[in-house]
Structure formats: structure tokens, C-alpha cells
């Protein structure tokens, strides 16, 4: 069972690797896309690491459910509606939403995902020692 | 050899052009598994004949309509291996027939296995790929992808379809380092040309400015290269190797 602090270092190498970062640019609350500089393609790359660092399966669409955007009864102009919203949450409890609530404009969703957003997704999937 | 050590996966790969892939790989060096659907003898022999030689070939039984069994194979390389460098995706069928009197099955048929097949390969080592940052793809596409026959309105949109994905899948893997290419072979002498060059005679040498029939190994070398280092630059084409059929007649 990993710790919080190995789940953290685990986290960090996939990002490492899979984007082409330094180390030190992975921080707790870099966004993968807005500072770390991730496209829709690399999503399924981290999870492919992610996988085989942790030992886990991660469904498709469960870290970033890019299936939300197309899906009309959850966007309009751009914007994530309150079932979109509510859909969001449902399915990224290990994302803090809050700021993006206030104006959820599509485009921007993908500059919430967080490196510590990462970490607590890893969390829900194994057991953590203390 | 220039492919010694890779890990190569070919569907389709008990007759004709695949055939032909399967065997240049294995003599450049690499560790091929063929898949082949039915022709358990053809793939059989292939085996034998290439281990008889010191070369590392296996085959797997699958329908490349199924996307779980694809998984399941290149799952089984990976495990095996530890990578996948190459993938060939040659299987593929033809069901002829004017539109009008071509049926849903006969369409559906042709561009499951063509095109969805490759799909399926092409998702199922994507991600080892893209992990790896390295991998070689080649889809076998064909000169009616661009140049119409009559009769072959199904064979020729599976075709298209996959210089469409091999395109789009080039762009969206570049930059991980994965190279996807296709070859579109002319007429080439294999089962699958058989009735169409029967029916066509001496004529079809008159729209070939080479004026022969290909031959499997002539596009597999061409596969081949594609694989391999040679190549390293080159991404999301399609080569003809046709003998200037496409150039047309004049």
C-alpha cells in the first residue's frame, strides 16, 4: 500500500514522462493543461502510466470525461450547464469544481485538472497507508 | 539486421501480401507474429518453414473484427516482449458487386474486416506505442482507395477509410514518436486479385505502364521499409506500389 507522498512521486514521473517536464514543474497545483502544457492525447497516455505504476485499470473517460463536451444537454454556447455541472461532479469527485462553477466555459475546464487533482484520483483507486 | 530485435505483429498474415510481410520482417530480423482467421494450415506451414530457418515466427488465430481479441493478443506480446515495435495490417477481404445489387452483408462484411479490423490493431497498440515513445504502423490501403473500379464501391471506401485513420492517427501520434503509414498496392499477384485478373485478361497489363503484375514481396519490401529506421521521417503517407498504374494510361 503507498503513501500519499509515494502516490505524489508516482504521479510526478508519469507526468514527467508523458509530457516532457521537469520535476520541479510538477507541483502539487500545476494544471496539466494551462502550466504543464497537456493535449487531449496525452490524457490517455498519463492513464496508461498511471496503470502500470499503480498496477490499476482506469476506464476510459474516468479521469477526463471528454464525453461531457459533446453532449448537448451538458453544454450550451460554450458553457457546462447545471447538469453538466452536476455530471461533472458526480464523476470527478477528486476535482475541486468550485472555480470553474463560477464561469464554465468549456475551454477552460481543462486548466482545473490539477497535479494534486491526479494524486486524490490515485487515491480513489488504491489503498493508502498514512 | 535492420530489424533485428524488434517485435512485429502482421494480420492477415497466412497468404498473399501478408504472407509476403511476414516473411521479409522475419529475414530483417525481427520476432513476427502473424494473425490469420481461418487458413490454420497456410499459417501452420509459414511457421514451420521460417522457424526451419532460425526465425522467430508464431501465429495467432483471430477474426480482426473483434476488437477484445486484438486487445488480448497485443496484450500477450507486450507481456511476452515487453514492447511492440511494428504492426502490419493486411488483413483483408473483397466481396464484389455493382451497388445495385450488392447487399448490406457484402458491405458490411468487406469494411468491418478492412477497416474496422485496422482500427481495432491500430487502437490496440497505441498506447504501448505512445508509452514506448517508438512504434511503426503500416496499413495496407490499395490504388481503388483513389482510383475507381466498378464493383468494388465497398473495397474501395474501406480503403479509403484507412488512409483516412492512418492520416489522422500519424498527426495525433507524431509527436509520441509513433510513425503510421500505409502502402496501397496496384494489381498484385495474389488469391484475392485472382478473379478480377482472370476477368480482366491480357487488358489490365495495357493500363499498367510496367506492363506485369505485381508481386507480393515487391510490396512487402516496401512494407518493410516503412517498418524500419530507414524510414524515420516518414509519417501519415500512403506509397503506391503499383507499377505506374495510377500515372493512368497517356
Redesign the interface.
Known amino acids: 500500500m503507498p503513501t500519499k507522498d509515494e502516490i505524489f512521486e508516482k504521479v510526478q514521473e508519469a507526468l514527467v514522462e508523458a509530457l516532457g517536464v521537469d520535476n520541479d514543474e510538477v507541483a502539487p497545483e500545476a494544471t496539466l493543461v494551462g502550466d504543464l502544457g497537456a493535449e487531449s492525447?496525452d490524457f490517455?497516455?498519463i492513464v496508461?502510466?498511471l496503470e502500470?505504476a499503480f498496477d490499476i485499470k482506469i476506464p476510459r473517460g474516468e479521469l477526463f470525461p471528454e464525453d461531457v463536451w459533446t453532449n448537448a444537454e451538458y453544454v450550451q454556447d460554450g458553457k457546462v450547464t447545471e447538469a453538466g455541472l452536476e455530471e461533472l461532479r458526480r464523476r470527478m469527485p477528486f476535482a475541486n469544481l468550485d472555480q470553474f462553477a463560477k464561469n464554465p466555459v468549456v475551454q477552460e475546464f481543462g486548466n482545473l485538472l490539477t497535479v494534486a487533482d491526479m494524486c486524490r484520483f490515485v487515491e480513489t483507486k488504491v489503498e493508502v497507508t498514512d | 539486421m535492420q530489424l533485428d530485435g524488434r517485435i512485429a505483429l502482421v494480420t492477415g498474415g497466412s497468404r498473399g501480401i501478408g504472407r509476403a510481410c511476414v516473411v521479409e520482417l522475419a529475414r530483417r530480423g525481427a520476432a513476427v507474429t502473424l494473425v490469420y482467421r481461418s487458413n490454420r494450415e497456410a499459417a501452420e506451414a509459414l511457421v514451420t518453414e521460417l522457424t526451419a530457418e532460425g526465425l522467430a515466427v508464431e501465429a495467432a488465430e483471430a477474426d480482426v473484427r473483434d476488437g477484445q481479441r486484438a486487445q488480448q493478443i497485443v496484450d500477450r506480446l507486450v507481456e511476452k516482449h515487453d514492447r511492440l515495435d511494428i504492426l502490419v495490417n493486411s488483413a483483408g477481404i473483397v466481396s464484389d458487386g455493382l451497388l445495385g445489387a450488392m447487399t448490406t452483408e457484402q458491405w458490411t462484411s468487406v469494411i468491418e474486416t478492412n477497416l474496422t479490423g485496422t482500427y481495432h490493431y491500430c487502437r490496440a497498440v497505441?498506447?504501448?506505442m505512445?508509452?514506448q515513445r517508438s512504434g511503426s504502423i503500416v496499413n495496407l490501403s490499395s490504388t481503388a482507395a483513389e482510383y475507381a473500379s466498378r464493383g468494388q464501391v465497398n473495397y474501395a471506401a474501406s480503403k479509403g477509410g484507412i488512409n483516412g485513420l492512418t492520416r489522422g492517427m500519424a498527426k495525433?501520434?507524431a509527436p509520441?514518436k509513433v510513425r503510421i503509414n500505409a502502402v496501397a498496392p496496384g494489381m498484385i499477384e495474389t488469391d484475392m486479385s485472382e478473379a478480377i485478373r482472370n476477368l480482366a485478361g491480357e487488358q489490365i497489363l495495357k493500363a499498367i505502364p510496367m506492363k506485369r503484375i505485381g508481386k507480393p514481396e515487391e510490396v512487402a519490401a516496401v512494407v518493410a521499409f516503412l517498418a524500419g529506421d530507414e524510414a524515420s521521417y516518414v509519417t501519415g503517407q500512403i506509397l503506391l506500389v503499383d507499377g505506374g498504374l495510377s500515372l493512368g494510361v497517356y
Open positions: 492525447i490517455l497516455d496508461f502510466r502500470k | 497505441a498506447q504501448q505512445m508509452y495525433e501520434f509520441r
